[in-house]
């Protein structure tokens, strides 16, 4: 397996470094930029399930795991289930890897995010760089930022296949048995992260345990981004994000999540939704968010039920 990362590793450093002013310019963009970069990048097609660039993206974010030593969680990091809508495979593949905590009947938190986006459409890529390219890197910052901390729960890095077609991959995820339901504390989900054309981020899932926003309340203003607790009450509609990504099939199963993400923009779901259009200050601000939520909950917060 690691020998094939590094051959994976060199080959895709070869195809975004063959002009030096390429190498120059992703070596002044944060790791996460990059990272968000690649994934939403032509190669990747549009990441559809089962699709050529799906496996691209994949071996990318087992080359990223591996260079931050993460672990299997069990005896493999694919998982892989049975795609119930059509797809180019009839199979989705969800990557998990685990940091573990030093006591070893602690509960867990998963972070997660979708790798998948909606492929190519009449000749035309879906980059999905806000959707979500943008949540991928954000679980590999959030990976790399605890690499060397004390934690309190064993970490599970998710990253789900087959979100666009009905949050396939988080709900296959869920319905494993290697971890009991009632040992995960929480899912923090990340979806479109990358977007804050209004500079605010919203955090959905407090109106439902409003504990985890007294522990959360302090972000806002972190990196001059306003963060927002809101999208998340059943009278609001189609304004109501509990059951628009993964973290809803945790919240189907009595697991308290929590969803960070921006509001719809014009580039959602189009063809449009590239790299260029991400603002790498709010980016990057979000990704200090998310790093010190994810801390935050890992040190105070602790699941009644």
């Keep these: 397996m690691r020998s094939q990362i590094r051959r994976i590793s060199i080959l895709i450093s070869i195809s975004l470094c063959w002009m030096t002013s390429t190498c120059l310019a992703q070596n002044s963009m944060s790791q996460a930029m990059q990272d968000l970069q690649v994934l939403s990048g032509e190669q990747m097609q549009g990441r559809e399930i089962g699709s050529p660039g799906s496996a691209l993206a994949r071996n990318y974010i087992l080359k990223r795991i591996a260079e931050l030593g993460l672990k299997p969680c069990t005896t493999a990091y694919i998982q892989e289930f049975k795609a119930s809508r059509p797809s180019p495979s009839p199979e989705g593949k969800n990557i998990i890897a685990c940091q573990f905590a030093d006591d070893k009947a602690a509960k867990y938190l998963v972070i997660s995010a979708h790798y998948d986006h909606l492929g190519m ?164 601000g979000a990704i200090t968010i998310l790093q010190k939520a994810v801390q935050l909950v890992d040190q105070q917060f602790v699941r009644k039920n």
Excluded at 124 to 135: L, M, P, Q, V
Excluded at 189 to 206: H, P
Excluded at 236 to 256: C, E, K, R, V
Aim: aromatic share 14%; proline share 4%.
């Design 121 to 284: 459409n009449y000749n035309k890529i879906y980059f999905g760089a806000d959707d979500n390219a943008s949540g991928v890197a954000g679980v590999l910052a959030i990976a790399q930022n605890l690499k060397d901390k004390a934690i309190k729960h064993h970490m599970v890095y998710a990253f789900f296949d087959g979100e666009e077609q009905g949050l396939q991959g988080a709900h296959a995820f869920v319905k494993q048995s290697w971890i009991p339901r009632k040992d995960i504390s929480a899912n923090l989900n990340f979806d479109m992260i990358a977007r804050g054309d209004k500079n605010e981020l919203f955090v959905s899932g407090t109106y439902h345990n409003p504990e985890l926003k007294t522990i959360l309340q302090d972000l806002n203003g972190t990196q001059g981004i306003r963060v927002l607790f809101d999208h998340d009450k059943p009278d609001q509609g189609n304004d109501d994000w509990t059951p628009q990504s993964d973290h809803y099939a945790f919240f189907q199963a009595g697991i308290p999540h929590l969803y960070f993400g921006v509001e719809d923009h014009a580039d959602y779901h189009k063809a449009t939704d590239k790299f260029e259009k991400v603002n790498p200050q709010f980016f990057d």
